[in-house]
Nanobody, 122 residues
């Protein structure tokens, strides 16, 4: 069994900052990629940022320079530091972890967290 749990969402004024955290736990053998997605009302879920096991990162153009993704491999945790927040960043933020399980298939499988709401007021 694998669990993915996010925390850190909330309400913030435009220009403010928030840090999201996501921890994966359970029978984990290795974690390939950890990523953050978001979904605003009426819109499709979109990739915000991702990070590989060796620290390579990629960002959506809309957040580049404002958001920073990082991970702690020892804790199976990924963070998203969000600065200079804008009302258009308002969304439910989801953590996605691609991993292999102990005793499971060698093929990595994606797991999702339950989501955490981020609301940016103008």
């Amino acid at each position: 069994q694998v669990q993915v749990v996010e925390s850190g969402g909330g309400l913030v004024q435009a220009g403010g900052s928030l840090t999201l955290s996501c921890a994966a736990s359970g029978s984990i053998s290795s974690i390939e990629i950890m990523a953050w997605y978001r979904q605003a009302p009426g819109k499709q879920r979109e990739l915000v940022a991702g990070i590989t096991s060796v620290g390579m990162t990629n960002y959506a153009g809309s957040v580049k320079g404002r958001f920073t993704i990082s991970r702690d491999n020892a804790k199976n945790t990924v963070y998203l530091r969000m600065n200079s927040l804008k009302p258009e960043d308002t969304a439910v933020y989801y953590c996605n972890v691609i991993l292999t399980e102990i005793g499971g298939s060698a093929r990595p499988y994606p797991y999702w967290g339950q989501g955490t709401q981020v609301t940016v007021s103008s």
